[in-house]
């Protein structure tokens, strides 16, 4: 089945403590982002990846790093967590040349 | 920046009814203006989009609508059902970054009553 996957699902950290989110799509898509979703603000891109080793950032990147090493997975890191970055993170895909993104099922993140 | 804003942020109707979402842009070179719905814990799905060449486009209850001298687009859903009601972002494709990313609106919370 052609998917976006996302690990862990939901998570409950505290602050400092880094940790990873990871995405993986099975579509050799070559497009890879990065959004969260907050209350009233709608998606905002973090990061995205227009193929291997290649990434640039979003609307919103401070406190984010990603990597695209591999063309299925692009993980997103949280260094330093902080409690501002409590929220909804939603992996997507796309192939090249077309619009249409496919979303994963999300990470709620909760950072105290 | 380039900004997508989307109108109302929660919408209500009666079963049946009519119920119009509408969503301005500021980038002229946007040419790509998708609809996605997200229902209560669930990740967004595109369920329908238009590209700048093209003033309308249906599928079943569901059109949208494109006015680019303007800048803005609408989505309609006809005779609404209570399976409606779920959160609808508007998006256009930003060109100012390399590859055309999406800009989201903030969302409307659509409540269909039964």
């Known amino acids: 089945e052609a998917q976006v996957t996302q690990n862990p699902r939901y998570l409950i950290t505290v602050t400092g403590k880094k940790l990873t989110v990871t995405c993986s799509q099975n579509m050799n898509h070559e497009y890879m982002s990065w959004y969260r979703q907050d209350p009233g603000l709608g998606l905002r891109q973090i990061y995205y990846?227009?193929?291997?080793?290649?990434?640039d950032k979003g609307d919103v990147p401070e406190g984010y790093k990603v990597s695209r090493k591999e063309k299925r997975n692009f993980p997103l890191i949280l260094e330093s967590p902080s409690p501002n970055q409590t929220s909804l993170y939603f992996c997507a895909s796309r192939p090249s040349g077309t619009y249409e993104q496919f979303f994963g099922p999300g990470t709620r993140l909760t950072v105290l | 920046g380039e900004n997508v804003e989307q109108h109302p942020s929660t919408l209500s109707v009666q079963e049946g009814d009519s119920a119009v979402i509408k969503c301005t842009y500021s980038d002229s070179a946007s040419n790509y203006f998708p609809w996605y719905k997200q229902e209560l814990g669930k990740r967004p799905q595109l369920i329908i989009d238009i590209r700048s060449n093209v003033g309308e486009k249906k599928d079943q209850r569901i059109a949208v609508t494109l006015n680019k001298t303007a800048k803005h687009f609408s989505l309609h859903i006809t005779e609404t059902q209570p399976e409606d009601s779920a959160v609808y972002f508007c998006a256009a494709r930003y060109y100012g970054g390399s590859q055309g990313n999406l800009i989201f609106g903030k969302g409307t919370k659509l409540s269909v009553k039964p």
């Open positions: 990846s227009m193929n291997v080793e290649v990434t």
